[in-house]
């Protein structure tokens, strides 16, 4: 499929500079980026006189830019939405979230993953760091519907865990070399969760395959406390110890992180992908955002998942993000609107280990987004970044690209998706699990 998009306003996220141009896709590749000028050098490179077009699109001078990376989400848990609110997060889990969890099936997640599908891409959301029951079937379900999906394994447990840490290497040889779309990263559920063995073991992985290790870290204050209490040390300082981290991954969530975890996170590169809507809704706490940065830590951005948030709304997260971070410092210059638009571009890409994602360029992988800049929360135009920041929003989202292939487009989604079946298919499964 080649797709020539023209007449656009262009964001590569190498820079803040914003360009007057057009972007050639071919595949699932860009091929030329640039104002139009030069494009007797392309087809010369290519050893063509011209090229075909399956498509051209007049983008009328919006912007395209990189799609946003959702770097934590629970896809599968669209079912819980509005479910189990107003609760802490402890009781929230424990009461509400994993009886009903123990009644889904794989064929159940499959059908919840497209609906969650769905609302990342009206998002511009071109690729998620899924971690949820039955990877099988997200994987199956990001494929079907042509989502780029990084998934990480969630094994938990204090008990008869030989077969989780089985599975979870299975999981790691089959997935990473299922389909270009899908890969999969070591990881478990949280500290709290697990047994000391168990972390051990997913530490042996983690060396065996020279592979990163990502898990939920320090969420909350009770957290932090309870495992100072089983080991002397926060969870951060317990997993270094373990050689958790000597091959990368690192955290989500990492709102209560003391000197000693952020060096940690420093010494070994690690990432940590912010929530901040979650960590609102459930109290859990603000991010140390400004200091990860005056680090040079890594962040990212994630919407954790449907029940916890409860959208898949990446604007939302970004404001949240320099919001939170202003008030937490008393300091309104707190986390340009730039460094947010990176880490939900730019620095998601490095946290999900998908270089070819991370900016618009020739050669890299057609993840492109438009932003509609014909709306009143978009004018008058001058910064776009920092609008897109501070006053943008879903409806500004014109066009999502994943892997050369338009999935949503003035409102609607490709031919081949069926919004309506996958709505009937969502209220079917909380009928069923409704009656259990």
Known sequence: MNIRLFNARILTMKTGDITEGEIWVQNERIIYVGDGRDTQDVYKNLKLQSI????????????????????????????????????????????????????????????????????????????????????????????DMGMRCVQVSGVSGM????????????????????????????????EYTCAKELLMKIADLSHKYKAPVYTHISETFTEVEECKKRYGMTPPVLFDSLGMFDYGGGGYHCVHMTEEDMEIFKKHNLSVVTNPGSNTKLASGIAPISEYLKKGINV????????????????????????????????????????????????????MYLPDTDVLAEGKLADIIMIDLHQPNMQPINNIPKNIVYSGSKQNVKMTMINGQILYMNGKFADFIDEDAIYGKASEIKEQINGK
């Not at 009206?122 to 494929?143: K, R």
């Not at 970004?318 to 730019?346: I, N, Q, R, S, Y």
């Open 52 to 143: 075909i077009w399956d498509k051209e699109i007049d983008c009328e001078g919006n912007l395209l830019m990189p799609g946003f990376k959702d770097a934590h989400t629970h896809s599968g848990m669209t079912l819980l939405r509005s479910y189990a609110d107003d609760m802490p997060l402890q009781e929230w889990l424990t009461r509400q979230i994993f009886p009903v969890e123990a009644k889904l099936d794989g064929e159940m997640i499959y059908h919840l993953t497209k609906l969650a599908i769905l609302e990342y891409l009206t998002s511009g959301i071109t690729a998620v760091f899924d971690m949820y029951l039955a990877p099988e079937t997200t994987a199956d379900a990001c494929v």
């Open 300 to 351: 990212a951005i994630g919407t954790d998942g449907p029940a916890s948030n409860n959208c898949l709304d990446m604007f939302r997260e970004m404001f949240l993000v320099t919001g939170l971070a202003k008030l937490k410092e008393k300091d309104a210059a707190a986390v340009d609107a730039w460094e947010v638009l990176k880490m939900a571009t730019v620095n998601g890409s490095k946290a």
């Open 159 to 190: 008990s008869d865990f030989e077969k989780g840490v089985a599975l979870t290497e299975e999981r790691y040889n089959k997935l990473n070399n299922s389909h270009p779309l899908t890969s999969y990263v070591l990881g478990f559920h949280a």
